[in-house]
């Protein structure tokens, strides 16, 4: 059984759009994330979320907002898309914040 | 806040010889320390870790790193790598219970020459 999934694993979309990323966790984690690979393979968090406390990295833009349904699920959505969007989304999760994280397979999400 | 850097962007390395990855990091206190590797199109997968204690940790696929407080520092090594070690590595840092997630570094590209 796959620890962290992320759906769909390729996202290709038009300029403006409103989309989301799924990400579940199997391993019992409390604290979930969602980073953000650019084309020169750069990783950068956007976002971390540990019961129920959502923490936001300032420089991601308000477009971007995540909702967690439950504990084991953390989604993203990303409104208005732009073409400096496209990039690989990581959602990743630990035990706690200070636990090891384990990574999804990632998205990778084209802007057109 | 705390910093990574992978000096070598790209390293070279026959198959069958060995293999030291180089990280730098930057931050007041003891970090933990991590190395993923990432190959082409998939995501990242944990080769080893450091939190505390002996600072030589072994970790999967017979790597090993060497956390050295003194030159802060938290070098990969493998005695004999395979074509299949082919891959892009990164090196990252956390703050225990920080929230800010892992700071990676930029990744080092290892292509190995038959």
């Known amino acids: 059984d796959t620890a962290v999934s992320q759906t769909p694993k390729y996202l290709v979309t038009q300029m403006g759009n409103d989309k989301s990323i799924k990400c579940e966790q199997n391993?019992?984690?409390?604290?979930m994330y969602w980073y953000k690979q650019d084309s020169k393979k750069f990783l950068k968090i956007m976002f971390s979320?540990?019961?129920?406390?959502?923490?936001i990295n300032e420089t991601v833009p308000n477009r971007f907002s995540p909702k967690s349904p439950d504990k084991a699920h953390l989604n993203l959505h990303i409104n208005s898309l732009e073409l400096g969007d496209s990039a690989v989304y990581f959602c990743?999760?630990?035990?706690?914040?200070?636990?090891?994280?384990?990574f999804g397979p990632g998205t990778r999400l084209l802007v057109l | 806040a705390q910093s990574v850097t992978q000096p070598d962007i790209h390293i070279t390395v026959s198959e069958g010889a060995s293999l030291e990855l180089r990280c730098n990091y930057s931050?007041?206190?003891?970090?933990?320390l991590f190395w993923y590797v990432q190959s082409p199109g998939q995501g990242l997968q944990l080769l080893l870790k450091?939190?505390?204690?002996?600072?030589l940790v072994q970790g999967i696929k017979g790597f090993e790193a060497e956390f050295k407080r003194s030159q802060s520092s938290f070098n990969l090594r493998k005695p004999s790598v395979h074509w299949s070690d082919a891959a892009e590595y990164f090196c990252?840092?956390?703050?225990?219970?920080?929230?800010?997630?892992?700071?990676f570094g930029k990744g080092t590209h290892l292509i190995i020459q038959p």
């Open positions: 990743a999760s630990s035990q706690d914040l200070s636990g090891t994280q384990y």
């Open positions: 391993l019992g984690h409390d604290t």
């Open positions: 979320y540990n019961n129920k406390e959502l923490i």
């Open positions: 931050y007041g206190a003891t970090p933990y």
């Open positions: 450091y939190f505390s204690g002996d600072t």
């Open positions: 990252a840092v956390g703050v225990r219970g920080g929230a800010d997630g892992l700071t």
